[in-house]
């Protein structure tokens, strides 16, 4: 028992802890989201992360942001292609630049994907149920969306690079 004056911390066995032999069509979802990391990754190995800090993602034939079309400014997620696609490519001062949390939530998305791969080649199931593990991604969450605030409130004339300011 803890010492009511003794400060909590995270432990690493309260963010990952595991069910051990699991029938692998319980591993389905992690098998997945380790291809889905994959997947993503590679794709980012092969795009070019845009100058302008946001559009990457127009490579791929996807259309330009709603919000950045309709309203001139970034969403929440404005750059995170970009910032992940410089990260991949070793460009950290324009991949925080594309977007501040874009590394970190990278690094946060390797790190989940490559558990769940190892949990699936061990026949282990990741107990992501512990209340740490929802704190701390809670926690990433209310960054990321005061993160997308501030930028929203305070961004002016963010275009998208595939369509000229003047239209």
Same mark, same amino acid.
């Given at each position: +028992?803890?010492?009511?004056?003794?400060?909590?911390?995270?432990?690493?066995?309260? !963010?990952?802890?595991?069910?051990?032999?699991?029938?692998? &069509?319980?591993?389905?979802?992690?098998?997945?989201?380790?291809?889905?990391?994959?997947?993503?990754?590679?794709?980012?190995?092969?795009?070019?992360?845009?100058? *302008?800090?946001?559009?990457?993602?127009?490579? !791929?034939?996807?259309?330009?942001?709603?919000?950045?079309? +309709?309203?001139?400014?970034?969403?929440?997620?404005?750059?995170?292609?970009?910032?992940?696609?410089?990260?991949?490519?070793? &460009?950290?001062?324009?991949?925080?630049?594309?977007?501040?949390?874009?590394?970190?939530?990278?690094?946060?998305?390797?790190?989940?994907?490559?558990?769940?791969?190892?949990?699936?080649? &061990?026949?282990?199931?990741?107990?992501?149920?512990?209340?740490?593990?929802?704190? *701390?991604?809670?926690?990433?969450?209310?960054?990321?969306?005061?993160?997308?605030?501030?930028?929203?409130?305070?961004?002016?004339?963010?275009?998208?690079?595939?369509?000229? !300011?003047?239209?």
């Amino acid at each position: +028992m803890r010492d009511s004056g003794e400060r909590e911390r995270i432990e690493f066995r309260e !963010l990952v802890s595991w069910q051990r032999d699991v029938p692998r &069509k319980y591993l389905v979802g992690q098998f997945l989201f380790f291809w889905l990391w994959v997947g993503i990754t590679v794709f980012g190995i092969i795009l070019t992360p845009s100058s *302008v800090g946001h559009g990457t993602h127009q490579q !791929l034939g996807l259309p330009p942001c709603a919000a950045v079309l +309709m309203f001139g400014r970034p969403c929440p997620g404005c750059g995170l292609t970009t910032s992940w696609t410089a990260t991949l490519h070793g &460009k950290l001062t324009q991949a925080f630049s594309a977007h501040a949390l874009g590394p970190v939530l990278y690094l946060g998305f390797t790190v989940g994907a490559l558990i769940c791969g190892y949990g699936f080649v &061990k026949g282990w199931r990741w107990r992501s149920e512990s209340r740490t593990l929802s704190m *701390v991604l809670l926690i990433a969450l209310g960054v990321f969306i005061t993160y997308g605030l501030v930028r929203w409130f305070t961004t002016r004339m963010y275009y998208s690079p595939e369509i000229p !300011l003047g239209r």
